[in-house]
């Protein structure tokens, strides 16, 4: 795993009105590398994620993709370069199936105008047939194969995640940021999501991964980050942030971390 910074974001800042919603954030996301995103609700997770994917506008801060400079550039032109994104309700055509859902995911970085799909030239075709063999193979990676031709609407909403998850990197993405990718499933599929993310970081993904389920987050990542009231409260590996004491008064409340270190 390369040590060269992926993602660097620098001094992010966003206010609502008379609220500041994430103070002045910095933190990076090596090549190659699974960081957790952590903290109580209403810490600022959701809206720094918006911001670094370019779907809110940050009032300070820049933020860099491998060197190139994300702030006030678009979604689409950041999917471009190499960053995608899942958001916390999954997206899903529940009239399509599985398979044109992917090749969907896929149209929308294939660099393909207008023109080209109009006159569905050779380049396009071959660029369809390239999606349609990934899209089977993704959905044979996250173990949705036998659902291929079924419409999404079919899914249930632990395979409506694996679907969004396989959308994510269907354009082959350096980085992507997963939103709550296990909230609300059972434990049998947020042990299946995990080997999933696992499987797709061995292909040389890096993840940034926003999620309210702490075990989650300190078994698979590597490096944690922790938000509180829009700071960043801690930084490092998770056998530390497990027993720092900013954490765990974060999420226990004041004198949290006494009580707990004084149960027997």
């Not at 590398?33 to 600022?44: E, H, Q, Y």
Request: glycine share 10%; proline share 5%; hydrophobic share 40%.
């Amino acid at each position: 795993m390369s040590s060269t910074p992926l993602l660097q974001v620098r001094g992010l800042t966003k206010r609502y009105l008379g609220l500041t919603a994430v103070d002045g954030l910095s933190y990076e996301v090596e090549a190659g590398s699974i960081v957790g995103l952590i903290g109580p609700n209403g810490s600022g997770k959701s809206t720094s994620i918006d911001c670094v994917s370019g779907f809110q506008r940050a009032d300070a801060g820049d933020w860099f993709l491998d060197g190139h400079k994300l702030r006030d550039v678009p979604p689409h032109r950041i999917a471009a370069l190499g960053l995608t994104r899942t958001f916390q309700t999954v997206r899903a055509y529940e009239d399509l199936s599985l398979l044109e859902n992917l090749r969907v995911a896929a149209q929308e970085s294939d660099g393909h105008g207008w023109f080209s799909a109009l006159r569905r030239s050779a380049p396009l075709r071959e660029s369809e047939a390239r999606a349609a063999q990934r899209a089977g193979a993704l959905l044979e990676s996250v173990g949705l194969s036998r659902y291929a031709d079924a419409p999404a609407a079919v899914l249930s909403y632990g395979q409506r995640k694996l679907l969004a998850i396989a959308a994510s990197v269907m354009a082959r993405p350096r980085l992507v940021i997963l939103d709550e990718p296990v909230a609300g499933v059972n434990p049998t599929m947020v042990r299946h999501i995990e080997e999933v993310i696992r499987e797709f970081n061995a292909q040389g993904v890096a993840l940034l991964i926003v999620e309210h389920n702490v075990d989650f987050i300190m078994n698979l990542c590597q490096r944690v980050v922790v938000l509180e009231s829009g700071r960043k409260i801690a930084d490092g590996p998770p056998g530390l942030i497990r027993s720092d004491p900013r954490v765990l008064e974060a999420y226990l409340g004041p004198g949290g971390a006494r009580a707990l270190e004084a149960t027997p």
